[in-house]
Antibody, heavy 117, light 108 residues
Framework: EVQLVQSGAEVKKPGESLKISCKGSGYSFTTYWIGWVRQMPGKGLEWMGIIYPGDSDTRYSPSFQGQVTISADESLTTAYLQWNSLKASDTAMYYC??????????WGQGTLVTVSS | SYVLTQPPSVSVAPGQTASVTCGGNNIGSKSVHWYQQKPGQAPVLVVYDDSDRPSGIPERFSGSNSGNTATLTISRVEAGDEADYYCQVWDSSSDHYVFGTGTKVTVL
């Protein structure tokens, strides 16, 4: 089965670091771009960035450039989203999604990140 | 940056037709994609490339795109269609992906 499975919910304190994951299976992981999408509580979808696992080519939304780091491990067929210093405003659901042509046709189940002191 | 504007809400009676619009500057020159998101669930692609449907999506879901407005049309609306709907494009000038503001479709 072709799927993306994300890591579990996280509760962190402001200033802490975090790395969440998105494991692809059932397809050639290196030949599809993987994007990350944020959804803050009660709000809409925001594109954060995208990576091509085949060569780690990465693009960021200007809103998230410098705020997060997107990476991928080809051997583990896993993409990552990480923060060096979390803020309360990072509290959100984060989705990874596999890109088809210009759209996202396969989504992970989401990872809820809660940042609270 | 490119902006996509959707109405916050649309209400429709069962069996009727719901139209969700997505406005953007010359959006007709871009490919528009639509997602359905039910509460507590990940988004699901329902229309891609303006009017194509992924396998498993009912024919009741259709799309069009021209000028400055793209439209998702849901025919013969069912209670199970109640959800948030988002349009999305790829902005080639910036190589960025843009989501619309989202529309909550309520089935009366």
């Amino acid at each position: 089965e072709v799927q993306l499975v994300q890591s579990g919910a996280e509760v962190k304190k402001p200033g802490e670091s975090l790395k969440i994951s998105c494991k692809g299976s059932g397809y050639s992981f290196t030949t599809y771009w993987i994007g990350w999408v944020r959804q803050m509580p009660g709000k809409g979808l925001e594109w954060m960035g995208i990576i091509y696992p085949g060569d780690s080519d990465t693009r960021y939304s200007p809103s998230f450039q410098g705020q997060v780091t997107i990476s991928a491990d080809e051997s583990l067929t896993t993409a990552y989203l990480q923060w060096n210093s979390l803020k309360a405003s990072d509290t959100a659901m984060y989705y990874c999604a596999r890109r088809g042509s210009e759209y996202f046709h396969l989504w992970g189940q989401g990872t809820l990140v809660t940042v609270s002191s | 940056s490119y902006v996509l504007t959707q109405p916050p809400s649309v209400s429709v009676a069962p069996g009727q037709t719901a139209s969700v619009t997505c406005g953007g500057n010359n959006i007709g020159s871009k490919s528009v994609h639509w997602y359905q998101q039910k509460p507590g669930q990940a988004p699901v692609l329902v229309v891609y490339d303006d009017s194509d449907r992924p396998s498993g999506i009912p024919e009741r879901f259709s799309g069009s795109n021209s000028g400055n407005t793209a439209t998702l049309t849901i025919s013969r609306v069912e209670a199970g269609d109640e959800a948030d709907y988002y349009c999305q494009v790829w902005d080639s000038s910036s190589d960025h992906y843009v989501f619309g503001t989202g529309t909550k479709v309520t089935v009366l």
